[in-house]
């Protein structure tokens, strides 16, 4: 059938750079991508654990290559986003997904070390990881970065203010380059993850969870990684070119319930 629009919805042949890939969000984007028949480079500080997740690619019959990356490390964010390109023959695609948290109030002893901590992964490390790939995404033509914020990056919640920090500064990072970076062709957006079943919200108890959802979530229950994933590959489509500077809430509408 002869197609009446002109922008693809495929990624098909994209290479793509994910961290933070071998659990959570990540493992489910770069499953998503490989679905989508983008090349992915699956990057974590988890060795064994990129591993697994290449390997549950590389059965699907779909492209992944893996690195572990600690991304505190400025020098390993150079190499590898260099040899992520050497291999694939180039990067379309960044997705700063890792990360952590910790609680953490504002009178404890290890406060300003956790607070460091937090700034130096959560923020500074998406830079650096920026600042390593983009040549490469200029040279793409229409390169594409997300970065994952939080909607503690469009509220707060007691006792995480590093986190908190970092991912309201995640938001401005986006959006000052998604300005900067347009010429290039490059978009910027976020996405804000809500109540997510990941490896952070693992302790949170089972009836917890149920309490929280029931009262603060519209849908009522916590999200897959999945569901996260689908949105992230909404904004890197080619046919996604005019949207740029977006802190995208995933989120089932907990940020704008009011009661």
């Not at 659990?23 to 480079?41: C, I, N, P, W, Y």
């Not at 406060?111 to 923020?123: K, M, N, T």
């Not at 590093?162 to 490059?186: C, F, M, N, Q, W």
């Not at 978009?187 to 919200?201: E, L, Q």
């Amino acid at each position: 059938m002869t197609r009446l629009s002109k922008l693809s919805r495929s990624i098909e042949g994209k290479v793509a750079l994910v961290t933070g890939a071998a659990s959570g969000m990540g493992r489910a984007t770069a499953h998503l991508f490989a679905d989508e028949q983008a090349k992915v480079a699956v990057t974590d500080i988890n060795g064994p654990g990129v591993e697994t997740v290449v390997g549950e690619i590389a059965a699907v019959g779909a492209t992944a290559r893996g690195w572990q990356l600690d991304i505190a490390d400025p020098q390993r964010i150079q190499d590898v986003v260099a040899e992520v390109a050497e291999q694939f023959g180039g990067l379309d695609i960044l997705i700063n997904n890792a990360g952590i948290s910790a609680e953490v109030p504002i009178d404890a002893d290890d406060y300003e070390s956790q607070w460091a901590r937090h700034l130096d992964i959560l923020l500074t490390a998406q830079m650096r990881l920026i600042r390593a790939a983009l040549p490469h995404l200029k040279a793409s033509g229409a390169g594409r970065i997300v970065n994952v914020a939080s909607t503690e990056g469009l509220g707060a919640t007691p006792r995480i203010s590093p986190y908190s920090t970092a991912k309201h500064a995640v938001i401005g990072l986006t959006r000052s380059l998604a300005t900067e970076l347009g010429r290039d062709g490059i978009t910027v957006n976020c996405i804000c993850p809500g109540a997510i079943h990941t490896a952070m919200t693992a302790n949170i108890k089972d009836e917890h969870k149920e309490i929280f959802a029931r009262r603060r979530v519209p849908l009522a229950r916590y999200a897959e990684p999945e569901e996260v994933a689908h949105a992230t590959l909404s904004l890197v489509l080619p046919a996604s070119s005019y949207i740029n500077g977006v802190a995208l809430p995933v989120d089932a509408g907990l940020t704008i319930k009011n009661a």
